[in-house]
């Protein structure tokens, strides 16, 4: 369901698998937060767990819990102002309309839950992103969000004609093992000490194709490449 990346005095970092909801589920079962707020609990009886940010049930990677009230609210004062890199991998099978660049717009709820991009310039979702090539006439995107709207990438991907391979809202006709998206990255500051973490994805036949592992290990620290401009 999930593996522990680091654990701070203050915080938490685990690496969630694809297709584990958030949130408890009903009958299905346990969601990640209470999942880790039951590990941290059988540590010590006394260990609160507050959420600071949250992943799609279809994506998998890294995720943040706060374990104090404190903590929590400079994380939330974090994520707010941007001050927080994230860097996401996702894999497409269609030709976009370009294949690096900027995709920026506000976004409007649609229909059976999804949301759609539009070309107003309001509160726009800001995107930066990258694409290479790998087999089967796919393309790998990395990809760099400059807000945190719900959807945000795989909307923005599904804008430019490249919806993720395995999106059940976004891309139906989609046959895949997983939803192929994934927090990479995060880097941050945490009362002046610099955090950085890195997940290369472990789950999903597409990820784990020799030139994309290759192709992976290229861009290992995205933030030291040339972004498009904003």
């Known amino acids: 369901m999930y593996k522990t990346i680091a654990e701070h005095h203050d915080f938490i970092v685990v690496d ?83 294949k690096q660049g900027l995709i920026k717009g506000d976004m409007a709820k649609s229909r059976r839950g999804m949301f759609k991009l539009l070309r107003s310039m309001e509160n726009p979702a800001v995107t930066q992103f990258f694409s290479f090539s790998i087999p089967n006439k796919q393309r790998l995107y990395l990809l760099k969000p400059h807000s945190g709207k719900t959807h945000q990438l795989r909307v923005a991907l599904a804008s430019i004609g490249a919806p993720i391979v395995g999106d059940p809202l976004y891309y139906t006709t989609s046959q ?32 784990l194709n020799t030139e994309v592992i290759e192709q992976l290990s290229a861009i290992k620290k995205p933030w030291q490449l040339n972004w498009p401009r904003l």
Not at 34 to 39: C, D, M, R, T, Y
Not at 177 to 203: K, Q
């Open 16 to 98: 969630k698998e694809a297709g584990v909801n958030f949130h408890d589920e009903g009958d299905i079962g346990s969601g990640l937060f209470s999942l880790v707020k039951k590990q941290l609990q059988s540590q010590n009886n006394n260990t609160e767990l507050y959420p600071v940010h949250r992943l799609d049930k279809m994506t998998s990677g890294l995720v943040v819990f706060a374990k104090t009230l404190a903590c929590a609210q400079i994380f939330g004062q974090l994520f707010n102002d941007h001050d927080i890199e994230k860097y996401y991998l996702a894999i497409g099978d269609k030709k976009p309309i370009k």
């Open 176 to 207: 895949a093992d997983r939803g192929y998206l994934h927090a990479f990255v995060l880097r941050f500051n945490y009362l002046g000490e610099s955090f950085e973490f890195i997940s290369l994805p472990t789950m999903g036949e597409l990820y």
